[in-house]
């Protein structure tokens, strides 16, 4: 399995959020859906290390996220719904932190931004537009070498041309081996993607459904 979560809970004080015994994906390309405030974000929070909870969740079968945290996160990435930077950082500057910390293969900075059409890396975040920061936030997911890549509404703030660019850059991660879990509450029919599955998230927890 790519992916393994058994007996999650979390919670934000009193307020139970996620009630999942367990769920499962092999490698492939899911749609997770959910009404506002479902908790689809938070789901993907915990999965990427933001969030303390409670149970299990593995990655590749080798990788428990609390206890080989690091071999985890060096294998899972996400790129979040409304990304928030320090105004100050520039994106060359997030960029080339994060690559370092992923350990990117040399140039592919340059070949996610140029991909994604990101053109300002020098200057800060305080002066960018959301779609801007928004693409840096794509770029970031795709550095390393991930086995997963979580794409948090990836469609929202950025416009056409950034999308088709973005779906041709998640098409060649997928081909090679890349599971991606996607949210978003539009469809991803003109995208050409071939979604292996879909699960909602409801009643804090997560459940098959048809892909429509
Ligand atoms: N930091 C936080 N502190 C307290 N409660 C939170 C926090 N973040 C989210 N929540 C609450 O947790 C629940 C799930 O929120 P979450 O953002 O995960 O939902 P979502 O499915 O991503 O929603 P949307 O589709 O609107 O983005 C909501 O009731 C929300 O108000």
């Known amino acids: 399995m790519v992916l393994e979560i058994s007996q999650l809970s979390q919670y934000y004080g009193s307020h139970q959020v996620l009630d999942i015994p367990s769920w ?3 490698y492939g390309i899911y749609w997770i859906q959910g009404e506002n405030g479902a908790g689809k974000s ?3 929070r915990t999965l990427s290390g933001m969030l303390p909870y409670s149970g299990k969740v593995m990655l590749n079968g080798n990788y428990d996220l609390k206890k080989q945290s690091v071999e985890y996160l060096l294998r899972l990435n996400i790129g979040e719904a409304e990304p928030v930077y ?3 950082l520039t994106p060359h500057d997030l960029l080339s932190f994060v690559a370092e910390a992923k350990n990117s293969p040399a140039g592919q900075v340059g070949i996610l931004t140029e991909a994604l059409g990101i053109h300002y890396l020098k200057q800060p975040f305080g002066s960018c537009s959301s779609g801007m920061v928004k693409k ?3 770029a970031l997911a795709f550095l390393g070498n991930p086995s997963v890549i979580i794409l948090d509404e990836p469609l929202i703030t ?3 041309d950034a999308r088709a660019a973005l779906f041709e850059v998640v098409k060649t991660y997928y081909a090679n081996g ?3 879990l996607l949210s978003s509450h539009q469809t991803f029919e003109q995208e050409g993607l071939s979604i292996s599955g879909a699960y909602a998230l ?3 927890t997560l459940s098959a459904i048809s892909v429509i």
Request: hydrophobic share 45%; charged share 30%.
């Open 24 to 26: 499962e994906i092999e």
């Open 42 to 44: 938070t789901l993907f």
């Open 86 to 88: 320090p105004s100050f």
């Open 136 to 138: 840096v936030s794509l």
């Open 158 to 160: 950025i416009d056409k």
């Open 178 to 180: 890349v599971t991606f």
């Open 202 to 204: 409801r009643n804090k």
